[in-house]
T-cell receptor
Framework: KAGVTQTPRYLIKTRGQQVTLSCSPI?????VSWYQQTPGQGLQFLFE???????NKGNFPGRFSGRQFSNSRSEMNVSTLELGDSALYLC??????????????FGPGTRLTVL | GDSVTQMEGPVTLSEEAFLTINCTYT??????LFWYVQYPGEGLQLLLK?????DKGSNKGFEATYRKETTSFHLEKGSVQVSDSAVYFC????????????FGSGTRLLVRP
């Protein structure tokens, strides 16, 4: 069974640009979550989607947005990039995202560098 | 709000040494607790979990017991290997935020031959 895939794996952008990251969950998984990982802030929850609906959102500015498609694939978008947006962006999928019972499977991440 | 505190790293051990990585949590409800591991250049992998007090999670020789009285979930392994070198994250999820994981800051483990 293929794991969670994220594209691209590496990305370099300049301040003010926008970026779109993609995540393909494990087949059959309907929930996708996004996390930002930085050396200073650690792992922080961005948002979670289930059946194309955002169910939960973390404390990030409106520049961070996401969506989920009918095939459960998800994208996240960051507009007007800032230097502080440089991070590893991780996507995780699970069957239902009742984390207490389900297991979240993480992808390898997209490393975004903002210059 | 809910939070997770882990011991600072890096932790450096010789092969076959005993490992303990401390983790304590603060939560308003009755959370589920997790240990994830991140190998260099990879995403997170679930190592083990426990969903209620006194549960013991175990996998690949690693163990952690959910201690409600001390709000702790310490990770242990009796004999570490070089291949265990990675970053270990303690995390929680509770019913109030069942769609997200709250992570600790991570502890880097380096095992020397």
């Amino acid at each position: 069974k293929a794991g969670v895939t994220q594209t691209p794996r590496y990305l370099i952008k300049t301040r003010g640009q926008q970026v779109t990251l993609s995540c393909s969950p494990i087949s059959g998984h309907r929930s996708v979550s996004w996390y930002q990982q930085t050396p200073g802030q650690g792992l922080q929850f961005l948002f979670e989607y289930f059946s194309e609906t955002q169910r939960n959102k973390g404390n990030f500015p409106g520049r961070f947005s996401g969506r989920q498609f009918s095939n459960s694939r998800s994208e996240m978008n960051v507009s007007t990039l800032e230097l502080g947006d440089s991070a590893l962006y991780l996507c995780a999928s699970s069957l239902e995202a009742e984390i207490i019972t389900d297991t979240q499977y993480f992808g390898p991440g997209t490393r975004l560098t903002v210059l | 709000g809910d939070s997770v505190t882990q011991m600072e790293g890096p932790v450096t051990l010789s092969e076959e040494a005993f490992l303990t990585i401390n983790c304590t949590y603060t939560a308003t409800g009755y959370p589920s607790l997790f240990w994830y591991v991140q190998y260099p250049g990879e995403g997170l992998q679930l190592l083990l979990k426990a969903t209620k007090a006194d549960d013991k999670g175990s996998n690949k020789g690693f163990e952690a017991t959910y201690r409600k009285e001390t709000t702790s979930f310490h990770l242990e392994k009796g004999s570490v290997q070089v291949s265990d070198s990675a970053v270990y994250f303690c995390a929680l999820s509770d019913r109030a935020s069942s769609y997200k994981l709250i992570f600790g800051s991570g502890t880097r483990l380096l095992v020397r031959p």
